[in-house]
């Protein structure tokens, strides 16, 4: 769950550093790592979200 969850936002970090290092000359350090953090947590908290409860199933036995 992990590895699903930090590969598009290490990806955007990357490529929003080339990008603003290209264009502006200018880097924007805070405004990237906060985005990124950002969108781990979000597709963290959904990858969790899709998974079944257990605990419910285990209880009924």
Do not use: T
Not at 27 to 46: A, P
């Amino acid at each position: 769950m992990f590895k699903e969850s930090i590969r598009l936002p290490f990806i955007f970090f990357v490529v929003s550093i080339v990008w603003q290092f290209i264009v502006h000359q200018e880097v924007q350090w805070v405004d990237n790592v906060g985005v990124s953090f950002m969108m781990f947590f979000i597709i963290l908290f959904y990858n969790w979200s899709k998974k079944p409860y257990q605990w419910k199933k285990d209880r009924n036995k």
